[in-house]
């Protein structure tokens, strides 16, 4: 079955850590990954996003994201967090090539500590 | 400013009030869909639509209704609505047949009484 598993629910940091966010993915074919990112009270919004290429993704405010097809992973990452990173993260895959439904993991809950 | 708006941000109802919840988009979006947003389970699709009059069942359509009458609508109605429906709702819209990047209206909070 499709799915997507987000491996910490949820993730206490103070400010100046590194985060990883782990993401792995069940999907037959090539797949489309997405993370978004929703802070509180907010609604959802695109952090980044891969198609193909460079397996390093870079998206906004200082995040990125690697693609490893191999482990099917696609972990969030950033160097040093700020508090304004509160907020809970998805990650989502879809199936590549036409309409394919876009499925969310579970998401993980940020805090960040100043 | 491009947007998704939903309507009502917050509602109380009861048990069997019908009740709908507009979403407008203003990007010309051929694609539009409704999720539930649920603790621990993420974001679960009710139902989507590909362009206007072409609508499908997603994950969890039981106990919801949608309509594409004009392309820049999508309401979502709950006929009768029970307490498993307490809910976030978020509606969203897209490009390209629902392949491009999702764009995400600001939620409605459902609590069903």
């Known amino acids: 079955a499709q799915s997507v598993s987000q491996h910490n629910h949820h993730v206490i940091l103070s400010e100046a850590a590194s985060l990883e966010l782990g993401c792995n993915y069940s999907y037959g074919g090539t797949v489309n990954l997405f993370w978004y990112v929703q802070y509180p009270g907010q609604h959802l919004q695109l952090l980044l996003k891969?198609?193909?290429?460079?397996?390093l993704v870079k998206g906004i405010k200082g995040f990125e994201a690697e693609f490893i097809k191999s482990k099917f992973s696609f972990n969030l990452r950033k160097p040093s967090v700020q508090w304004s990173d509160t907020a809970e993260y998805f990650c989502?895959?879809?199936?590549?090539?036409?309409?394919?439904?876009?499925?969310f993991g579970a998401g993980t809950r940020l805090a960040v500590h100043p | 400013e491009a947007q998704v708006t939903q309507n009502p941000r917050y509602l109380i109802t009861v048990t069997g009030k019908k009740l709908t919840v507009t979403c407008s988009q203003n990007?010309?979006?051929?694609?539009m869909s409704w999720y539930r947003q649920d603790p621990g389970l993420g974001l679960r699709q009710i139902y989507y639509?590909?362009?206007?009059?072409?609508?499908d069942k997603g994950d969890v359509p039981e106990g919801y209704k949608v309509s594409r009458k004009e392309k820049r609508n999508f309401p979502l109605i709950l006929e009768s609505p029970s307490p498993n429906q307490t809910s976030l709702y978020f509606c969203?819209?897209?490009?390209?047949?629902?392949?491009?990047?999702?764009?995400f209206g600001e939620g409605s909070r459902l609590t069903v009484l």
């Open positions: 969203a819209s897209s490009t390209t047949g629902g392949t491009g990047e999702l764009f």
């Open positions: 639509s590909m362009n206007v009059e072409v609508t």
């Open positions: 989502a895959v879809r199936g590549a090539g036409g309409y394919n439904k876009l499925i």
């Open positions: 891969y198609f193909s290429g460079d397996p």
């Open positions: 990007m010309n979006h051929e694609y």
